[in-house]
């Protein structure tokens, strides 16, 4: 997530897992977004045939596809990165209530 926590006050590093572990879940809960999800469903491979070789389409007809796909793809990459930020700053607020320094 970009995150890094440290023990303000010698937590162990198994009650840090805990405790992070807490946080996620505790936070994805209340958020209804798991980023873990999230990175894991962009990086599927898109369902559907493979492309036929040898059926490419002309030059014109090619250029506004790509235009038209980054349109589409900017609202629900801009939609994601707004829902990762609040599960940021939720995460970051549960792990400082548990005495952790969070970057």
Known sequence: MGLHTSPAKNQTPEQQQQDEMACYSSVKQNSDFDPMAALMA???PPFGPPPMLGQTPTQNQAQPQPQQQTGQ???????MQQKLDGF???FSACMESKNYVVK
């Open 42 to 44: 962009q990086h599927q």
């Open 73 to 79: 793809q900017s609202q629900p990459k801009n939609e």
């Open 88 to 90: 940021k700053k939720g």
